[in-house]
């Protein structure tokens, strides 16, 4: 690849481009919400927040000195990552609440990004991530469903213009945005019928000694915070 070639790429990835109509930040929100919403589709969709979820675990777990073994995502939006460590202290902390907190601040760095006009950049990172993700990958199921996220924002990226661009990341960060609130909502649902007896939010309760609700408080706290600060970048307001 020569010099010109590498000067256009560059230019292709971290240049900006034109901002998308306003009626189309809007459509990418409806089709977000439909994607979020309805209890059949969600049951599809939420494979993505999983994604995001899992992801945030194994990043934080590296990023806090833990050996990340591996990442589970199963086909009923479950998933599971395995990190060793010291099984107490700040590293297992912020790797315990980094799963629920992911999707919504994935969503949010998403906005910033698009609200500066990085849209090509934004889906390229998104691919980066996917890929790395996808090392880790421990099953069939879950390397399966990170491949088809991944070949997705990276065909988009290569392969199309800058409206069909601008219509699959507003969406997408929209559904991340979107998305990343629901889950609190079930867990606080399951919990008050006396399920998810190990959810995060109990592994850091034993962990800290905070009760679990405060913990889950702050899943609710971070994910709508992040859903009003996207979505005034996102609509440019």
């Known amino acids: 690849m020569d ?15 034109p901002a998308p109509e306003s009626w189309l930040v809007a459509v990418a929100a409806a089709a977000a919400l439909l994607s979020v919403v ?57 790797t315990a609440a980094a799963g629920y907190t992911a999707p919504p601040l994935l969503g949010l760095g998403g906005a910033w990004l698009l609200s500066a006009h990085h849209i090509t950049l934004l889906l390229w990172l998104a ?4 890929l790395a993700m996808l090392v880790m990958i421990r099953n069939a199921y879950g390397a399966l469903t990170v ?3 991944g070949a997705a924002f990276l065909l988009i990226s290569w392969l199309t213009g800058p409206a069909v661009q601008s219509a699959f990341a507003y969406t997408a960060v929209w559904f991340l945005l979107l998305g990343g609130v ?19 939010a ?11 609700v405060l913990w889950l408080f702050l899943f609710h706290t971070v994910s709508l915070c992040s859903l009003i600060g996207g979505g005034r970048w996102l609509l440019g307001w």
């Open 147 to 149: 491949i088809v996220t």
């Open 127 to 130: 691919t980066a991530l996917l």
């Open 202 to 212: 109990d592994q850091l309760g034993r962990l800290t000694r905070v009760p679990p």
């Open 38 to 94: 309805p209890r059949p589709v969600w049951r599809v969709s939420r494979n993505a927040i999983t994604i995001a979820h899992e992801g945030g675990h194994g990043l934080i777990a590296l990023v806090t000195g833990r050996r990340l073994d591996g990442i589970r995502l199963h086909s009923d939006t479950s998933g599971l990552t395995v990190s060793r460590g010291r099984p107490t202290g700040p590293g297992m902390i912020l």
């Open 3 to 17: 010099s010109t070639s590498l000067a256009d790429l560059w230019d292709r990835v971290f240049g900006t481009q």
């Open 182 to 200: 629901r889950p609190a909502f079930e867990l606080q649902s399951k919990r008050r019928y006396g399920g998810a007896g190990d959810s995060d």
